[in-house]
Each structure stands twice: as C-alpha cells, then as structure tokens.
C-alpha cells in the first residue's frame, strides 16, 4: 500500500509524494515547506496566475540538480486542472499551457516541484495584449540590488512624469524589477518599442551605471535595463514564485521607501526575503502588487511607436528632460568606472 498522503482542497483530492525530500540543500528546505509555501501564499499568488499560460520551471531533484522548464501540461494531470491552448510560431504547434486559477491547481503544481512559477504578461484569451510592462533590472557583478534600487528611482520619476504609477519586486535572485500596469486595449508592438527606448534613453544618461545591451562583455559593475522581456513568447518570474537559488528566497513584491531606504543605507540584505519572511510580510502588508491586477494606465503616445522609429526615443528624451527634478538626486558612485568618477570630481 502506498503511504504517499491525500489530502482534500477545496474539493479536489490530491496525493502528494516525497514530502520529506530536501529540495534546497544549504538549508534543509523540502518538498513538504515548498508545497506548505505555496498553500499559504496562495491567497494572493493565484490572482496574479489566474488565466495566464505559465510556464513551469521543475527541479524534481533539488535547485542543485538537472531542471526542466514544462509548458505543455502534463497528460497525467488532474481532470480539474484547467488548460489553454495557444498556437506557437516557433514550435509550430499547439501548446496547452497550465491555467493556476485555483488553489488545489498550485499545490498540484508544487507538488511536481514546479519551484519557479513563470507567467505570460498577457491572459489567455487575449494573448496579443499585455496588461502590463516590466523593466527587469540585472546587475552584473560587481554591481548588486543597491545599483539596480538607483536604476529603479530613475525609472519611477520618468513614470511619474507621464502620470504612470510604477511598482517594484525582487527578482528573488540578484535584481530588482519594475512593472507599470496598464490593463487597457494594447499590443506588444506598443509596449516593447517603448520599453527598449526608455532602456536606451537612460543608457545614454547613465553610461557609468546603465547597459540596455544584453552582451555579457558590457555589464561588468552595471545595471543591465532589460527591456526584451515585453515579448508575447517571454514570461517573467511571478510575483511570490520560489527561487531556485541556495536559499528559498522569493520575487517579492516591495515598497517604493523600501527602495529609497536600501540606496540609501547600501545594504543589499534589506530587500533579500526567504519564504517564511513573505508570508509575515502579506500578513502585515496585504498584497503590495494588488493594483497590477486593475490599475487601468495608458502609454503615452509618441510618432513611430509601433515601427520603433526613433521619434519615440527622442520624445522620451524630451519628457525625460522636463521631468528633471530641481532638487538634488539622490546617487551612488559607479561600481567600477573610476575615469567617470573622476570626471565628476573635476566638474565638481
């Protein structure tokens, strides 16, 4: 007889297996804490999954061991877990992607040790229109979070400038990202052109500390502003998804003052929280990243948008420069870029 536990939710009976397995060995953190994770962040998780494909990233064996991404849902799934086909240019074929709309789907999911949790930007049934825009900020060594925090300010205020709310996370990992939503008629056409603009116009701006070039060469001890996320065949890790690093660290949804507050003391550990960490925070905190379900923003237009001519850079740059602000900016010194630094001082 088997001694693998079923448990019943909401409705649905799940067996769950190999709950005593350790899925992160630099801490002990097993199979069981990932699904109990999951059950208990599920509140707010599901509302940011429900009807978007997601892509599953599994590590059957440990985040130290082989990994599989899993799009196409499993043929040996639960009758009651909902899926979407969607048509793949690059596969030539259908796909039929995992809808996590409910909580008995994502403990499933946990249980096959679906650890990172990667959505669409879009919903399924309307998977040409974005609700939303992200900015993933990577910092290339020696570079960390505290540089991404100064990308992450200037962003804001550019935002800002065009009455758009912004509002950040962790990666879970090394970097900070930025999401603006939008939930109105748009296309990726619209979102991406403008997003590579806005990653050029403040690589042109901040050349000691801001890269829009994915080139491993030109990210040492800078800030890689990357754009190409804003893609219908791209996916970015979910809102308080589990990260496959050494410890369960988590994407989680932050405070703006948070940020202000790790630029300025320069303290990467500030905004680095681990599973048990994030559910004390939603506790206290509700879900931070609420208003990306509803918050309704337009873009703002510019000429040649959709073509990605250069009107829309430059346009940015006009705005860019209206929205200076005439108090002092809040800075930190390059990471490895001493000639900027010194031209600085000579100005100075």
Not at 224 to 237: F, P, R
Request: net charge positive; hydrophobic share 40%.
């Amino acid at each position: 007889m088997s001694n693998e536990p079923v448990i019943e939710i909401q409705g649905r009976q799940l067996k769950l297996s190999n709950l005593d397995k350790v899925l992160y060995p630099a801490t002990g953190f097993t199979k069981g804490q990932v699904i109990d994770y999951y059950a208990r962040i599920a509140p707010v998780l599901v509302p940011h999954l429900a009807g978007r494909p997601l892509t599953l990233k599994r590590y059957p064996n440990g985040v130290d061991r082989q990994f599989f991404f899993e799009k196409n849902a499993t043929a040996h799934r639960p009758d009651w877990v909902q899926t979407a086909p969607i048509w793949s240019e690059h596969n030539r074929r259908t796909i039929n992607y995992i809808l996590a709309n409910d909580l008995p789907t994502v403990v499933w999911m946990a249980n096959l040790a679906a650890i990172e949790l990667h959505p669409s930007l879009s919903m399924a049934k309307e998977i040409e229109c974005p609700t939303m825009m992200v900015f993933d900020l990577d910092p290339g060594p020696p570079a960390n979070i505290v540089q991404c925090a100064q990308v992450g300010m200037w962003l804001r205020e550019i935002f800002e400038h065009f009455g758009l709310q912004s509002f950040p996370k962790t990666s879970g990992s090394k970097g900070l990202q930025i999401y603006v939503p939008l939930n109105v008629p748009t296309s990726y056409e619209s979102t991406k052109p403008f997003a590579h603009a806005l990653a050029r116009l403040l690589e042109d701006q901040h050349r000691d500390l801001v890269v829009s070039d994915m080139k491993k060469e030109l990210r040492k001890g800078k800030v890689l502003v990357d754009w190409s996320q804003n893609d219908q065949h791209k996916t970015t890790i979910a809102v308080y998804s589990l990260r496959a690093r050494e410890y369960p660290t988590v994407s989680a949804p932050v405070k703006w003052e948070e940020v202000e507050h790790l630029l300025k003391k320069k303290d990467p550990t500030l905004l680095a929280f681990e599973a048990k960490q994030v559910i004390k925070r939603v506790e206290k905190l509700g879900d931070l990243f609420g208003p990306l379900l509803k918050l309704k923003q337009k873009l703002p237009k510019f000429p040649g948008l959709e073509s990605g001519k250069h009107e829309v850079e430059s346009g940015l740059e006009i705005s860019a420069q209206a929205a200076t602000p005439t108090r002092p900016k809040k800075t930190i010194k390059p990471v490895s870029n001493k000639r900027a630094s010194a031209r600085k001082t000579r100005k100075t």
